[in-house]
């Protein structure tokens, strides 16, 4: 793809995994003697992330903004598929000379609608469940009496477009994804609140600075360590890692990380029937259609995962097990909660866990580790050799 170029305004809403996107679009073949429209259509939808598009599109998508424009420019594919897409003007094509030619894009971004798994939870549950892991956060957050939190898969910023709301005792917060453009909207988010007209509009008198890092969350960076809350709970990010690398994540976060707390959320999937079911009886056969991978063989449960992107989804078992484990390992207590529903059987819809960790240096695993991030010499200034892989995208600090 080539000379991608977007106009209009940027109104802040843009797809994300899973997200339906309706675009308007037209491809013409370009060349020193020829412009012909090859394919157009008023209305297309299809599911962004899933490959349902060719990348140079998808791509294209996902800088743009609803109404925005855009058009790019791509090399010839096959020339059997340029006759294909032709049509009546095929057999003219046939004879044009294609070999310095090439394919314009240009697209119309008309609207999203919210992924399948986000219409099936509000199908059932006012307010949604994204909403209700946000305020399940912050009332952690309160009762801690944080100073300083880092949203480990902050994505667009919702927590923290909720928490400047909020009385806090908060100094010092950071949010990490690795989404670029899910970052630019989160500073977004956190200028409007922190920069108007130099007078920050905060419940909080006490709020100091922010940052926004681009970077996995499955690896250390020394800027984020020893904070007082870490979530991972309002874009329930694990379960769109392998198993494997879910393991990895909760290692790095309270194996070097290592929080005062740290909370974080992944679907219930004993849960998904109730959900399906409620789908049906609301007549919105679309979401359960686009329900993908079956869970059969994972969990023994008959059902499909909530979102086509989730690489897995635990039983409250196999959650139990994954966050006892790093528990014992890393010297944290933990507690089990979630949103949606009583919490009887199955279970909450979203499951939550709570670390809290046992004493200040982590006990037995500091004495077998002699970490020397978390010992009592530990000083940011004399360990500049710590790794920094993360990239910082905004800050902001009180003048």
Known sequence: MTDL???GPDCGKSPSSGTIVCIQYSVFLLGKSVRECLESKEEFEFEFGTGAVIPQLEMCVSH??????????????PESLILAAAGECAEEISTLPLGESGLEYNVILLRLMEPPEERMEQALFSPPLSKQR?????R??????????????CGSGSLFDALLEQKTDLVYIAGVDISQRSLIRAAKVLYSKLDVGHKPRL????????????????EFDRRIHGFDVATCIELQVIEHMEEDQAYKFGECALGTLCPRVLMVST?????????????????NDSAGEELTEDVEGKSGLPCKFRNYDHKFEWTRKQFSDWALKL?????????????????????????IAVFKRCDPFHGSWLNARKCKICSEDYNESNNTDLPCPYKEVWNWNAG
């Not at 743009?64 to 594919?77: D, I, N």
């Not at 946000?134 to 912050?138: F, G, K, Q, S, T």
């Open 140 to 153: 952690i957050l309160v009762e801690s009496h944080a100073e300083s939190l880092v949203d480990l898969g």
């Open 327 to 351: 528990a014992s390992q890393y010297g944290y207590d933990v507690e089990f909660s979630g949103v949606g529903g009583s919490g009887e059987e199955p279970g909450f819809a979203s499951q």
């Open 64 to 77: 743009m903004s609803v109404s925005q424009s855009a058009h790019f420019y791509t090399s010839l594919p």
């Open 203 to 218: 419940a909080t008198a006490s709020f100091k600075s922010a940052f926004i890092y681009e970077g996995s969350i499955t």
């Open 5 to 7: 170029n977007i106009t």
């Open 134 to 138: 946000i305020e399940y956060a912050l």
């Open 267 to 283: 679907p219930n999937v004993e849960y998904n029937p109730i959900l399906q079911r409620t789908v049906l009886d609301s007549k």
